[in-house]
């Protein structure tokens, strides 16, 4: 049986939608198909972490360090709605389903479902696709917790905060998840009165516990009561929630949002038929994103992970090149990238140093620098925060944490270093404008350089001897 593709690819994401846009760009047949709004929905929830976080940014820096004592005004959630909703019409004009048609993708929304008899195709309601290659890059959705009635409650998730038509006056969050943790400081800002609570003993699960701890110092700077540790017994609703907790007494609000691990909305696509039973807390793939099917790649948030609803793309070009291709590109999980949308943002790659001390012990070092150190933060007023690198005592770069001022974009020139695996003694030989933000990542190789060079070691003492005698040396 021949095959009608070179890939069929089960979208429901903006990295379903790149896949197809670079597999048509080089010349293979390939078929999208997707669920009807998924994407739109996927790109509403980004948009609106992004729009409430530019609006942080704009907020009076000494507003990091407390209320104050005059509050900022309610916010205004219409035209922030609106603003939404024109950000979602501008981007990425180029995944449009108009668009990846016109290069030539066969666009198929609808449902659909894997099938192996008598070979493996997808199967839609008036089509059979048959391929050399499939990618899995579905949607996720909030895995709720087996609490007792709390499935039956009107809570609300990410998806749903559209239809507020003003944030309520108490809001409990129920979950950690990034996006969770960037709305309940600016929500908090703007005087909803948030309640976080998790069972979780830190804020930040996947990173090292001092970073943990000052994201929930900016938290609680900004009013949330942080409830960490605590197990939910019960909800109940009845003109409003009340939560049973174990410890500190019952919690009574308003408004619950749901913000728990998200888990790959994958109900009805017979993922049984490629060797992969239920559940689904993600897909389990091996490094080259390869399924227990040969013939089946995943990219996208059902990858898992803390950070898989806010990390990079890198996996696409992975996932669809071995599908099309030779399976021989392998994906490290050690370079992605994640963004907490908070003020000040946070981004990090790679290792953290707990994660580098196991691996390399007392070769592992960790730097790190306060933005108060550059010229740039102050120029803006805007001080709060700290760049940390951590490193091999080779000058390789392992991972890096950055939390300030134009976080996210600082976190990807880190990455390119990390990426090329350029050493780090080489990097001073890149441009750099004086007084700007990228001024921190010169302070942290000069740290570096300090490290090296600092009195005792090998490289200060050769250099010592060498000036000693040349100064004893006569010269004309």
Known sequence: MTADYDGVIVGGTLQGREAAALAAREGARVALVEPDGAVEAILWRQLLVQVLSHWGQQIRPE?????????????????????????????????????????????????????????????????????????????TQVSVPSVPGL????????????????????????????EAIA??????????????????????PSEDGDI?????????????????????????YRHGFSLDLATGGPLQASHLWLATNRQP???????????LPPPWPHLPVNDQ?????????????????YWAEATDHQDVAVALRNALYLP??????????????TVPGFARLGLTGTQAERWYGSAALVLQ???????????KADTTGFCRWVLHRDGRLLGAQICGPHAEDLIQTVGLILAQNLPLQHIHRLPRLPQSHGEILHRMLDAWQHYRWRPGTWRRDWAENWFNWRRSRPFH
């Open 63 to 139: 507003r990091l360090l407390g209320p104050g004592d005059d509050p900022e005004p309610r916010l205004d959630w219409a035209p922030l709605m609106a603003q939404v909703l024109r950000m979602a019409e501008m981007a990425y004009p180029h995944l449009g389903l108009e668009s990846l048609a016109a290069k030539g993708v066969d666009v198929v929304v609808g449902p659909g479902q894997f099938s192996r008899k008598p070979r493996l195709v997808f199967a839609t309601a008036d089509r059979v696709l048959r391929a050399r290659g499939f990618v899995l890059c579905p949607n």
């Open 151 to 178: 499935a039956e409650t009107p809570y609300t998730t990410l998806d749903r905060l559209g239809q507020w038509t003003q944030p309520p006056e108490d809001l409990v969050i129920l979950g950690r998840s990034p």
């Open 183 to 204: 709305l309940a400081q600016l929500l908090s800002w703007r005087g909803t009165r948030v309640t976080l609570v998790t069972r979780g003993d830190r804020l930040l």
């Open 212 to 236: 943990s701890i000052f994201i929930e110092s900016l938290l609680r700077a900004a009013g949330v009561d942080l409830r960490l540790g605590v197990t939910l017994k019960q909800v109940t």
């Open 265 to 275: 909305d994958v109900e009805g696509l017979n993922l049984e038929a490629l060797g």
């Open 289 to 305: 994103l390869h399924t227990s099917h040969p013939r089946v790649f995943v990219c996208g948030p059902a990858l898992g992970g």
């Open 328 to 341: 021989w590109r392998r994906m490290t999980r050690l370079g992605r990238l994640g963004y907490l949308a």
């Open 369 to 379: 620098i306060p933005f108060g150190e550059t010229l740039a933060a102050h120029f």
